[in-house]
C-alpha cells in the first residue's frame, strides 16, 4: 500500500473526516520506516483483555517494532523524560509515541521527528462542561456549552485527543496546559483547525494533526511540529 499523503489526511480533517479502521491494513510485519514518513500502527486485543494485559501487549510491540526500525535483535531499553514521555536512549534518531484506550493500542514512529498520539474510548463522561470549564481554553468550553447534548461528546473528545497529541509532542503531556492552545469549534461541533497555541510552543501552522478512528467507539489524534509527512498507517497480529 503506497503512503498516504499526509496533505490528504489534514484536508479530511479540517471536514472532520477521519483515518477510520479501512485505513489501517493488516500487516504481517511493518514497512520499512523511510526517513520522511511517519508510521501508525494499530492493534486490537480480545475485548476482554485486562488493563494490566493491554499495557502489556503495549510494551512488547513496541519493544518489536523499536528493533525492527532499529536493525536490531536486543531488547531495547525505553527511558523517560522529565514529564513521561518515553524516548530509546540508544536510538536518538528514532522518535515514538503510544497511547491505549480499551482493548486497543495505537503506537507512532517517525525518524528525527517528535511526535504525539493520543487514543480514546467514545465513552459517556460525566460533567464535560465542568471539565472543558477548568481544562479547556474559555472560548472552547463556551462553544461545548452551546452545543446539543448529542453533540457535546464527540467534540470533547476530538478536543481533547487533539490536545493530548499536541502536548506528548512536545514533551510536556499536561504540564503545558490543555488551555493553552486551542482548536475552532462550529455551530454543529465540528473541530477544525489548531488557531491559537503558546508562544514556546511555536505558531499554529507549524503544527500537524491528523485525525484517527482505528476501530469503532475509538477516537484518536496524531501531532508533529514540522513539515508535511507521508502516513503509513497498518494493524499488526500479536
Known sequence: MPPLDVRA?????????????????????????????IHVCSIALDATATPRAVTEAARVVLDRLLR???????PIEIARGRHGKPYAPAFAGLDFNLSHAGHHVLLAFARGQALGVDLERDERRLSLIEIARRFFAADEADALERLPDAARLPCFLRLWTRKEAVLKALGQGLNFGLDRLAFAIDGDGEVGALHRIAEEAGAPADWRLCALAPAPGLVGALAWRGPERPLQTFTLPL
Open 68 to 74: 525492527f526500525y532499529a536493525g536490531t535483535d536486543a
Open 9 to 37: 489526511a489534514a484536508a479530511t480533517m479540517d471536514a472532520m473526516s477521519e483515518l477510520t479502521a479501512t485505513a489501517f491494513a493488516p500487516r504481517d510485519r511493518p514497512p520499512p520506516l523511510r526517513p520522511d514518513e
